[in-house]
């Protein structure tokens, strides 16, 4: 839909940002980098936004056909085709990296069950030395995908209203009953945490097909103030507390992502969808995927076996890294993209994808060469 993969490519490029930032300044959460760039904290809450935003796509066609999937099988073997294929390639890329160049985490470099785990994306429920520290997220979109009829089915036989209730109140009682009431979150067993904000992108997609009056409301202005507040919250308070709230902020920011997103697909504010329709935006939405999934040991292998080599530590290897990981982080996703991404989006089946690479070829009589 027009402007959501300008969202999809900005949020992507702020998560790159959020590592650059994550692995050049030690500490995190008691990050030693200048407040001035505190803005750039909220990585948890960028890929937050990719849940929010992946449970509103993927709902725009149930919701204009009465909350029908139009098949659970059909349904998870299109999302498989979609995600697997480049998914598993970065996974080859990092652990590739992770052995011979840098270790994506202080666990060490990955072993056999790291391989297990992540080639089954069984991150979000078994514990393994990552390749790849963006992968956790890919884990928890893959449960979340496998709930996605149950949802629906929710959503069409009771109500919007009885499909939040069910993900969100067990949530809230597991937070209260934890200590001091802020759950302590480890490495996996995430998604029922992360459920409410991919209903909450589910629910938010009914606004599309919503009477005129509905659509025309000032849906970004109502995000504006839902927002500000959570986000003044955490420059405020900082890093430390923005992170150990995490499992209460997540489901605070979560409506103020939906409306954003559901102004922009009705086309509002003009501006802002202008911004996120005009080419450059655009085109990095279409490999925002892969962005997302390279970029990492990219930047990390920046900043700790190039940098070192030219800048001190602190903000000039922030610097080099920003002029070196970003460009080459996006150059080599878009490329990325083409060959792992982009061939499985135009194609659903490989039938199809050989019949197009075969259509496009040029025949044996334009191939030879006139004598």
């Not at 650059?20 to 200048?34: E, H, I, K």
């Not at 202005?221 to 919250?233: D, G, K, R, S, T």
């Not at 992502?257 to 969808?273: F, Q």
Request: hydrophobic residues 55%; positive net charge; glycine residues 8%.
């Amino acid at each position: 839909m027009l402007g959501l993969d300008g969202l999809r490519g900005l949020a992507a490029l702020y998560v790159v940002l959020f590592h650059c930032w994550l692995y050049t300044f030690p500490g995190y959460p008691d990050s030693s980098a200048p407040p001035w760039l505190d803005g750039l904290m909220f990585g948890r809450l960028a890929v937050v936004f990719f849940l929010v935003l992946s449970g509103f796509s993927l709902a725009i066609s149930p919701a204009r056909h009465d909350w029908r999937s139009g098949g659970v099988a059909q349904f998870l073997r299109r999302r498989a085709w979609r995600i697997l294929p480049p998914y598993w390639a970065a996974l080859v890329m990092s652990l590739i990296i992770s052995w011979f160049v840098v270790p994506a985490s202080h666990f060490g470099p990955p072993t056999g069950s790291s391989i297990l785990v992540y080639g089954l994306l069984g991150q979000d429920m078994f514990t393994a030395p990552t390749p790849n520290g963006a992968f956790w997220s890919i884990g928890v979109e893959a449960e979340l995908y496998v709930l996605f009829p149950l949802l629906l089915f929710v959503r069409r036989r009771w109500s919007a209203a009885v499909l939040v209730a069910c993900v969100t109140l067990p949530v809230i009682a597991r937070g209260l009953m934890a200590a001091d009431a802020s759950p302590a979150e480890g490495a996996n067993w995430l998604a029922p945490h992360l459920a409410p904000v991919f209903v909450a992108g589910m629910v938010g997609a009914g606004i599309v097909v919503a009477s005129d009056r509905v659509r025309r409301l000032p849906w970004g202005w109502f995000a504006v103030l839902a927002a500000v507040p959570v986000l003044a919250l955490g420059v405020v308070r900082g890093s430390v507390w923005t992170v150990n709230h995490y499992f209460w902020v997540d489901l605070a920011i979560a409506p103020a992502m939906t409306m954003l997103i559901a102004a922009v697909a009705t086309g509002r504010p003009a501006i802002l969808v202008r911004l996120l329709t005009a080419r450059p935006i655009r085109s990095l939405g279409s490999f925002s995927y892969s962005l997302y999934l390279i970029h990492l040991p990219i930047v990390m292998a920046v900043i700790r076996r190039v940098a070192p080599h030219f800048v001190s530590p602190g903000l000039p290897t922030f610097g080099f890294t920003l002029i070196v990981a970003l460009p080459v982080s996006v150059l080599g996703a878009w490329l990325f993209a083409r060959i792992f991404e982009i061939p499985f989006k135009k194609n659903r089946s490989w039938k199809s994808m050989i019949a197009r690479r075969s259509a496009a070829a040029p025949s044996p009589a334009v191939r030879q060469s006139p004598r």
